[in-house]
């Protein structure tokens, strides 16, 4: 036990910016990450989160993580439950454990750090000496359905702006017994969702049927609001430390959702409308950041896209101040962009053609042509020795063998550029494709279809593997089809998925066994492809968006045509943008 609290403390000694308070009177939260330490505290949302619950006085929020490497061999040796990191408590001794989850990946830690606070893992298993359970993050305003008997509450949409109302009705409820808590909170704040109040149903054909209040008081939909003016919130990472990725930087939001509108995309479905940080508000941000750290980590779905992000990286690179960039597009990269990378010592850069041929480009509506493509490689090759790294899916609706040989033929331009634009210099980077499954998510228009089968997908990846390594001087890295077909049954399924989920956790992660031994054949969540009249298990959650928009850019996706990126302020096509004419400060849906 001395040596976990030693170790607690150690990491607590190397971070600048973490918050310990005395719990008296105050409400405790554990703010639990699914995922070890390092990764946890590379994210920006988590981050957020704890500052805006700690930012209270009423509030004591430590941090939780699963353990890894020595620190889970001491809970081994010691059977000690699993302790927070600022007072090293153990998670039963908390009012609220709050898990905060990005990944569907993730969802097996939720259930290990569970088990190793000692806390029953299903809702209707715990009562009123248990701390209430809850999560939130962008998997669960996905779809919460294959977690749902495992949490007392889902929190949904943007924490930002519903965060007090949330902590203040829990406040204001004092003692009352936990089932009463819940329906006042389910009562009291439309973006809360108790599972344990709503019953799924099902259709003859296993299909979903809906999903019914158990009271007739509670709404039929769960709302999933949206944080509209970032400039109102802090968006930065608050606690920095030598042993969390990216803990040499200070992480700064820059724009939050995309506009381009991919089709395969959830961000840009979720996040919607686009939003930015106006530049004097981001410009102050970095100002601190660069001040206090040094080295800036801009991050957003779009970065290259928001307004004034050269004035920003500019004041960063004269400063003389490193950053980095989460995401570029191809399209709008430019001479003086690059410029500042090289400048700031960035070694690589990515670019996410995701796929090889400008038929599958349009389907997927990414508003990327092969010469925008071929000019941001130019540019970036003319500038210094870059390395490339390239994003690529496989498996998209209606691919085909040609599409796949289009990223051959694309990287082989792509490389041909490099070697002439860099020929004057004599040296260039190396080019690295990434290539991922494409797995279906809610909420996009490629929510109706399934995922590709995984011997198909797997020679796919063979062919793609054997014909990359044929250009020389090209690295390929391949994602797993067997975990993309677990992510995809995470992702799609509904609440039947759950006991799948948590006999996977007894059998130690072992999915195969789990799948296998499921009642339920998980093939109908993975491989069937959704009737676009069909309820699906996520429906009940209202993002603003509708259906039918979604409905549209499938049929335009089977079409191969593309559709206009968001024009906010001018268009209200997909639902979320009510008001043509601006958007405002404040919590909307
Ligand atoms: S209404 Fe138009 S601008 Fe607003 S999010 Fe939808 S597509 Fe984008």
Redesign the pocket.
Known sequence: MQALISLYRNRLAREKGAVKKDWGGRLAVALAYPNHYRVGMSNLGFQVVYHLLNRRDDVAAERVFLPEGREMSLYLQSGRPLLSLETQRPLEAFHIIAFSISFETDYLHVLKILEMGRIPLLAKERDETHPLVMAGGVTTFLNPEPLAPFMDLFLLGEAEGQLDAFVERIRDAGHRSRESLLMEMALGLESVYVPALYRPRYLKDGTPGGMDPLDSRLPPKIKAPRFQSLDAMVSRSLVTGPDMEFGDRILVEVGRGC?R?CRFCAAGYVY???RSRSPEVLKKTVQEAISSCGRVGLMGAAVSDVPGILQITRLVVDAGAGFSISSLRADTLDDELVAHLDRAGQKSIALAPEAGTERLRRVINKHLTEEQIAKAVQTVARRGAFNLKLYFLLGLPTETMQDVEGIVKLVKKIRHHMVKASARRGTMGRIRLSVNCFVPKPFTPFQWFPLEEVSSLKSKQKWLKKAVETLGGVNVSLDVPKWAYVQALLSMGDRRVAPILLNAHRLNGNWKTALRASETNPDFFVYRPRELDEILPWDFIDHGIDKSHLMREYGLALRGTESEP???G????????PDPGGVQGGVSR
């Open positions: 506009g509108s919607r409308p686009p968001c024009r906010v001018e268009c209200k096509r997909c639902g979320v943008c």
